[in-house]
C-alpha cells in the first residue's frame, strides 16, 4: 500500500495496528510533557540549584541506560505486546508516585522508574513500527509516528500546562492516568502478538550483534552524533521551563505555551520531512541540518534576559471572568526559540530513525540497533544537564547554553567527518543505495 493509499499522516492512522502503536507515543509523550512542567515547579517549590536541576534529567536518563540493552535483546526474541503493557502499566504507577511527593529527593527517584517506563514504550513502538511497517514506507510511518508524539506533546503543553495551573498536580496526573489506560486497551485490543522477534535467542541482540553493528561506518557516525548532540539538547529540554519558571515566573499554562512552540513545528512538519527522506538519495543532509537548527534555536534561549528590548508584555483577559494572565517580554522571546528547535528536530529526527532501522536490518536486529540508537543519546543524557547545570552556577545562563549549543556544533562537524555508507553484508545492495 502506498503513503497515497493510506491518506497521509492521518490515512495511516486507519490502520489499527499502527493507531495502537500511535496511542502508546501519544501516552507516553503527553506523559513527558506534562511532568517537565511540574518539574519547574518542583524546582520552585524546593528551591534547588542548578546542579540538582540537572539531577532531574540524569536520573531518568540513567535509568534508560542501565536497561536499554537488555531490553533490545529481549525485544528481538520475545514478544514485544507484552512490553509496551508492561511499560503503559509502570507509568500508571509513576503518575501515582509523582502525586506522593515530598521533597527532591522523592522527584529523584519516581525520575528513575519514569525513566525505566518511557524506555519500554519508545525503544519497543519504534522497533515495532519499523519491523511492521511496508519497506517502501518506513521513513513515512516512522515519521508519523513521531508526529504523533510530537501532537502529543503539543497538546501535553497546553492541556498539562492549563491542569497544573487550575487545578494544581492530582489532578494532572489523574489525567494522565486515564490517557495512559486507553492506550492500553489499544494495544492489547489490536496489535497482534508477537509484532517483532524474529530471531533465535542464540543469534539475537547481544554484545556481538552491537559489535557487527558498530562495525559499520554508518552506524559508529550515527553513534557519536547522539551522544555529542543529547548532551546539548537534554540540557535544553530540562531547563527552559524551569528557567521561565524561576527567572521570570511564567506561569504553567504560560511555560505550556511556550513549549507549544516547538510541538507545533515539530507535529506539522515530521510527517511530510519523512516522506521527502524516503525519496532523498542524501539522508545523512537532514540530520546535518538539522543539528544546526536546534544549535541555533538553543542560543536564542538566553536571549529572553534582554527581550524586553524587542518585545512588549501582554496581558490577557479571559472572556468569561474577571480573570487574566500577563505574558512577560521573554515568553515571547523563549515561543520563538523553542519553535526554531521544533523545526531542527523535525529535519533530522525521520532520517536518523530510518537510517538506524536500516542498519539494523542487515543483522536481522532492528531493536539491537534502536537501543544502540538509545544508548548513544543517554550517555550524554546522563552527563548533559547536570554538567549544564553546574555551569550555570558557576558561570552565567549564557555561558550554560553557549555550551549545550556548543555540544550540538561538535556533533554536527563529527557527523559530516565520519558518515559514509558500507556495502551491505552479503553483498547485498548497502542501505540507501
Same mark, same amino acid.
Given at each position: 500500500m502506498s503513503s497515497a493509499a493510506t491518506g497521509g499522516s492521518i490515512g495511516l492512522l486507519r490502520n489499527r495496528e499502527f493507531l495502537a502503536l500511535a496511542g502508546t507515543a501519544f501516552a507516553r509523550a @503527553?506523559?513527558?510533557?506534562?511532568?517537565?512542567?511540574?518539574?519547574?515547579?518542583?524546582? !520552585? @517549590?524546593?528551591? =534547588? =540549584?542548578?546542579?540538582?536541576?540537572?539531577?532531574?534529567? =540524569? *536520573?531518568?536518563?540513567?535509568? @534508560?541506560?542501565?536497561?536499554?540493552?537488555?531490553? &533490545?535483546?529481549?525485544?528481538?526474541?520475545? %514478544? #514485544? /505486546?507484552?512490553?509496551?503493557?508492561?511499560?503503559?502499566v509502570l507509568n500508571v504507577l509513576v503518575f501515582v508516585g509523582f502525586s506522593l511527593v515530598g521533597s527532591v529527593e522523592h522527584?529523584?527517584?519516581v525520575r528513575v522508574v519514569q525513566g525505566i517506563g518511557a524506555s519500554l514504550l519508545w525503544l519497543t513502538g519504534s522497533a515495532v513500527v519499523g519491523e511492521i511497517s511496508p519497506a517502501d514506507e518506513r521513513g513515512h510511518w516512522l515519521g508519523v509516528y513521531n508526529q504523533v508524539g510530537a501532537f502529543s506533546s503539543l497538546a501535553g503543553d497546553i492541556f498539562g500546562g492549563l491542569l497544573l495551573y487550575v487545578y494544581g498536580f492530582q489532578v494532572a496526573y489523574a489525567a494522565l492516568i486515564v490517557i495512559t489506560m486507553v492506550a492500553f486497551v489499544l494495544v492489547l485490543a489490536y496489535l497482534r502478538d508477537e509484532p517483532g522477534g524474529r530471531k533465535d535467542p542464540e543469534e539475537a541482540t547481544g554484545i556481538e550483534t552491537l559489535r557487527r553493528l558498530l562495525g559499520r561506518t554508518a552506524i559508529r557516525a550515527l553513534v557519536l552524533f547522539r551522544v555529542s548532540f543529547s548532551v546539548g539538547k537534554m540540557a535544553v529540554i530540562i531547563f527552559l521551563p524551569i528557567y521561565a519558571r524561576?527567572?521570570?515566573?511564567? %506561569?504553567?499554562?504560560?511555560? &505550556?505555551?511556550?513549549?507549544? &512552540? &516547538? /510541538?507545533? =513545528? /515539530?507535529s506539522a512538519l515530521q510527517g511530510y520531512v519523512g516522506a521527502l527522506n524516503d525519496r532523498s538519495d542524501d539522508p545523512y543532509l537532514f540530520i546535518l541540518g538539522g543539528a544546526v537548527l536546534y544549535a541555533l534555536g538553543t542560543i536564542l534561549v538566553p536571549y529572553a534576559e534582554v527581550a524586553h528590548r524587542v518585545f512588549p508584555t501582554v496581558t490577557l483577559a479571559s472572556p468569561v471572568s474577571a480573570a487574566s494572565m500577563t505574558l512577560p517580554p521573554a515568553f515571547f522571546s523563549l515561543f520563538l526559540a523553542y519553535a526554531v528547535l521544533g523545526v531542527g528536530d523535525s529535519v533530522r529526527l525521520p532520517?536518523?530513525?530510518?537510517?538506524?532501522? !536500516?542498519?539494523? !536490518?542487515?543483522f536481522d536486529a532492528v531493536a539491537g540497533s534502536m537501543s544502540l540508537r538509545s544508548i *548513544?543519546?543517554?550517555?550524554? @543524557?546522563? #552527563?548533559?544537564p547536570v554538567l549544564v547545570g553546574a555551569i550555570w552556577d558557576a558561570t552565567s545562563v549564557f555561558v550554560a547554553f553557549a555550551v549545550a549549543a556548543g555540544a550540538l556544533l561538535l556533533s554536527a562537524l563529527v557527523f559530516a567527518v565520519l558518515f559514509s555508507v558500507d556495502p551491505a553484508p552479503g553483498g547485498a545492495p548497502a542501505a540507501g543505495d
Open positions: @503527553q506523559a513527558y510533557s506534562t511532568v517537565l512542567i511540574a518539574l519547574a515547579l518542583y524546582a !520552585e @517549590q524546593f528551591d =534547588t =540549584t542548578g546542579t540538582v536541576e540537572g539531577l532531574f534529567g =540524569t *536520573a531518568f536518563a540513567l535509568a @534508560q541506560l542501565v536497561i536499554v540493552l537488555p531490553l &533490545g535483546r529481549y525485544i528481538d526474541i520475545g %514478544n #514485544s /505486546k507484552r512490553y509496551l503493557l508492561a511499560g503503559l522527584v529523584i527517584l524561576t527567572a521570570f515566573g511564567i %506561569n504553567p499554562l504560560a511555560i &505550556g505555551g511556550i513549549l507549544a &512552540g &516547538g /510541538k507545533l =513545528t /515539530k532520517a536518523s530513525m530510518s537510517l538506524f532501522v !536500516e542498519e539494523g !536490518e542487515h *548513544a543519546w543517554k550517555l550524554g @543524557q546522563v #552527563s548533559g
